[in-house]
């Protein structure tokens, strides 16, 4: 495979998940993970995306407010964010994970609406706070700096004590049999906790991620309640979760 063709497959990877890690993409497209590093470190260089430890995240992920930023599919994350908002209702108490789609959905949030909302994304918390009606209340913890998410156990615990009407969890991918899984053991973690904290679980999950796998689960299709893709409901891409007892929408 041609360097330009990598670095096209690389860009889109980071598109789809916000991160990459140099030795998935090493082996998916059968090379050296040091060809990767270096693909990796020029697309850096050329600011199409920021070079991590042990792999890569995309511009609009790492920033607290992606204006001018590239993000990716955001008008499919803008379609989600807008099917998400219709499901909230004034005075609800709700959760929203990290990502960019929940960003866009935190971005919309109507101003006439009267909400308490919990996260422990920095970037949504920050946004949220330009919205007057809004109560904001940060789920702290260590921060972590690849994804801007509070992890570990103080956070773990805080969520452990709420119960929230809605929770809108963002997910690297999505599988009909293996579920929703993650690259990251301690966003796991904290999305578990999330999902026991809530009564409802809604996932806004852009469609490139259904079929998409990750080393580590947060739970089966049948845990969440909701799925919202940019498609409609009957589109053949959501076949395989039409007989599963959840929402599509």
Avoid at 3 to 27: C, P, Q
Avoid at 212 to 240: M, N, Y
């Amino acid at each position: 495979m041609l360097k330009e063709e990598r670095h096209r497959f690389i860009l889109n990877e980071v598109g789809i998940h916000n991160r990459v890690l140099l030795t998935d993409i090493a082996s998916l497209l059968d090379v050296s993970v040091d060809t990767i590093r270096r693909d990796i470190k020029e697309l850096h260089n050329s600011k199409l995306l920021k070079k991590v430890h042990g792999g890569a995240i995309s511009l609009g992920f790492n920033n607290y407010n992606p204006i001018g930023k590239t993000v990716y599919s955001l008008e499919e994350k803008s379609r989600i964010a807008e099917k998400g908002i219709s499901l909230i209702k004034e005075g609800q108490v709700i959760l929203l994970s990290g990502g960019t789609t929940n960003l866009e959905l935190a971005k919309r949030l109507p101003s006439k609406f009267k909400l308490t909302c919990f996260t422990p994304s920095l970037p949504i918390a920050v946004q949220l706070l330009t919205k007057s009606n809004i109560e904001v209340i940060f789920i702290g913890g260590r921060l972590s700096k690849d994804s801007q998410i509070a992890i570990g156990g103080s956070a773990i615990n805080m969520l452990s004590e709420i119960k929230v009407d809605i929770c809108f969890l963002g997910t690297n991918s999505i599988h009909p049999v293996e579920g929703l899984t993650e690259f990251d053991w301690e966003i796991v973690q904290m999305k578990k906790a999330m999902i026991h904290s809530s009564r409802k679980v809604v996932s806004p999950c852009i469609s490139e991620k259904i079929g998409s796998l990750q080393r580590f689960k947060i739970c089966g299709v049948e845990e969440i309640d909701v799925l919202i893709t940019e498609l409609e409901p009957w589109d053949v891409k959501l076949d395989a979760f039409k007989n599963m007892n959840i929402q599509l929408l």
